[in-house]
């Protein structure tokens, strides 16, 4: 109450209680000895969702950009889309999915742009945004080809690329 508010995010309990004596002994006391505890943890985390090798919530505890993340969730499997959504919900406690949450921000990234290293300033992650990386559109390619089936497809998949999947005639 002598100090008013006093922002700790971020900082060691070590360097609080350094904050905290430094402000009460300008005016207040002599040679303060403050002693701080963590009572609850706050953790900053990100939900990656969707096609990937491991989903999950993984902890925010820096500045993290959408490749850092799906690296930490083992990359995107071969049936995922050549997109990425990030949906940034002001009140969610927990993953929101794209049309959810009406008052969530949805960002689409490719995710091709990101391979070829075009970083854009929305592939930044905040706490609690929700990664999702849907599957790819399918394809089912049968007849007389090698390995007739079920095959994903980007935007710009042709005919023959889509037979080329398939194995050939």
């Known amino acids: 109450p ?12 070590g ?3 350094t904050e905290l004596a430094r402000l009460l002994a ?12 963590v009572v609850e943890y706050r953790s900053k985390r990100v ?8 989903p999950g919530t993984y902890p925010l505890t820096r500045e993290m950009t959408l490749m850092e993340a799906l690296s930490s969730a ?9 997109h990425a959504f990030i949906i ?20 689409r990234i490719d995710l091709r742009a990101l391979d070829l290293g075009q970083r854009s ?31 994903p497809i980007g935007q710009d998949t042709t005919v023959r690329q889509a037979l080329t999947l398939a194995g050939s005639l």
Request: aromatic share 8%.
């Open 88 to 107: 940034r919900s002001a009140h969610a406690q927990g993953p929101v999915l794209p049309g959810a949450d009406a008052s969530a921000d949805v960002i």
């Open 26 to 37: 300008e005016g207040f006391f002599r040679d303060p000895q403050i002693t701080g505890a």
């Open 121 to 151: 300033a929305e592939a930044t992650l905040h706490d609690r945004d929700t990664v999702f990386v849907p599957r790819a559109a399918s394809v089912f390619v049968y007849g007389e080809v090698r390995r007739p089936g079920s095959y």
């Open 2 to 13: 002598l100090v008013g508010r006093v922002m700790v995010s971020g900082l060691t309990v």
């Open 15 to 17: 360097k609080v209680e």
């Open 74 to 82: 083992g990359s995107t499997t071969p049936d995922a889309a050549d």
């Open 47 to 54: 939900f990656v969702m969707g096609a990937l090798r491991q």
